[in-house]
């Protein structure tokens, strides 16, 4: 039974995470959030995010029976070297970090073999971040990759599972590494398209009349630049050689459409962009997604 | 005064248009609409979209003070030679083709001396298609570019003027050239990237794995693709060398992109998408913009 559950970083995912876990109900555990700062600690009492609010960690993790990691990625080493001291055996930790690789090897050398470590990465999110952009519902119905570190026992698998159920999530099992490969492919490198669409077109000499021009279809394919900066920093320093794998199988793609545009006939010009249309709704259709 | 005003095309555009015009109720003028098959005779009338509905296109233009072509651009240079002869005196005409120099060179070549000609694209649309889509609001705040033609009297350009005003949208009058450039650059490169982004990961060996990971970021980069092959098509046949241009530019700055993701310092990567977050913020807010 989990009697005391302690979020680490009450932004948009441990804000989130934490209302969910509070509406659902179904468990009776104390939710205990640690922040940094007094005023995300007042900003945290005000929204009602936990049941009580830590500025010490030490005493955050303090009798934990189960870990949520929800900071920015880079600080996890540094945040799990620091508790490792002060949890109980048999403590279940995890994270919401966008990529795995890293994180696990953290896990593995900085918290102690008295504890079990699942990596998780729900696939949700929104451009604003922030406590006050947190929602219950933000997981319903989204993937919850799972990454169980090792020598997990079955009770801590069972734990992780039933959390990720109560947010609304659907739990999916991957190694670490197809993991940190696959959301460079359908994650990381639309952050970095999107990025570049905005500098390609904004700092063009032109800029000043495209502007008004630019309608939805330009706000849908900017949107993932409108992330955090320090997010895709970390995501890029911590998945570099997937992301940059990715990136140049995309610049191979769109030079193949590069050349059908200079030298294909409309037929082959139509054709191309068929299949581009049939494989995106085979993928919506497949996992129920609406437009 | 505008007594009849003649819809050559009943899709999504034509079909919205004839709506918004039909709601404003600023105009007298009686709406025919013009389509080919009598499915889609049918269908206009059960929608409402027009007062009458011609599948003659002589008929349809038949003392008709407006026409608006809003069949596919390709179809239109047909169109223009085929009505000619039968519109009467001091007509205006115009189109909402995506692209616009091609479509200036044929109304020059096709429609006679005593019309007016102004070619017209409003940036609005979605990626349903045909007229079951059409509604009257959605032209409402959009942009819509203008381009009068040769010789165009002021009484044209003031009745083109009132049009798009009734549609609820901002009329923009630019050049051909400029028109074909910009959007080449906020448009229809969105829309290349986007399927050469769906056809990059999903024709991936590890696109099963991937599949479900894949959330609304993805979602929201790769819409453009579902829009109509046909269409796209024709933009690339009609304004090829604006975007092969952006293609490259794009491809450029990706590439510096990459070149930051392998080799530059953390501080050098945040730094390059907090640029990118802060130049799409300067576009949303001049435009008043809502993500």
């Not at 609304?168 to 990025?195: C, Q, R, W, Y």
């Not at 570049?196 to 949107?223: H, N, Q």
């Amino acid at each position: 039974m989990v009697r005391r559950i302690t979020v680490v970083g009450l932004g948009l995912i441990g804000g989130s995470l934490s209302l969910a876990l509070k509406r659902s109900g179904s468990s009776e555990a104390e939710l205990v959030g640690y922040v940094r700062s007094p005023e995300a600690a007042k900003k945290a009492i005000a929204l009602g995010l936990v049941d009580r609010v830590e500025q010490n960690l030490a005493s955050a993790v303090e009798r934990a029976d189960m870990i949520v990691l929800a900071t920015p990625v880079v600080a996890m080493r540094e945040i799990m070297a620091q508790i490792g001291p002060h949890l109980i055996s048999g403590c279940l930790v995890t994270d919401t970090a966008s990529t795995k690789i890293e994180v696990m090897k953290w896990a593995e050398r900085y918290l102690p073999p008295t504890v079990d470590f699942v990596g998780g990465h729900p696939m949700a999110g929104k451009e604003t971040s922030g406590a006050e952009a947190a929602q219950a519902s933000l997981f319903e119905g989204c993937t919850y990759c799972l990454v169980p570190g090792q020598n997990i026992s079955s009770g801590s698998i069972q734990r992780m599972v039933n959390m990720v159920c109560q947010v609304g999530a659907k739990p999916l099992f991957v190694t670490a590494s197809e993991h940190d490969n696959s959301v460079a492919g359908i994650s990381h490198l639309p952050m970095v398209i999107s990025s570049a669409l905005v500098t390609t077109t904004t700092l063009s000499p032109s800029w000043s009349r495209m502007s008004p021009l630019a309608a939805t279809g330009y706000r849908d394919l900017t949107r993932l630049a409108s992330g955090q900066p320090r997010m895709s920093r970390d995501i890029c320093t911590t998945n570099r050689e997937n992301i940059l794998g990715w990136i140049d199988e995309f610049i191979k793609e769109l030079t193949r459409f590069r050349r059908l545009v200079a030298e294909g006939s409309p037929e082959e010009v139509e054709q191309a962009f068929i299949q581009a249309r049939e494989l995106r709704q085979r993928w919506l259709t497949k996992h129920d997604k609406e437009d």
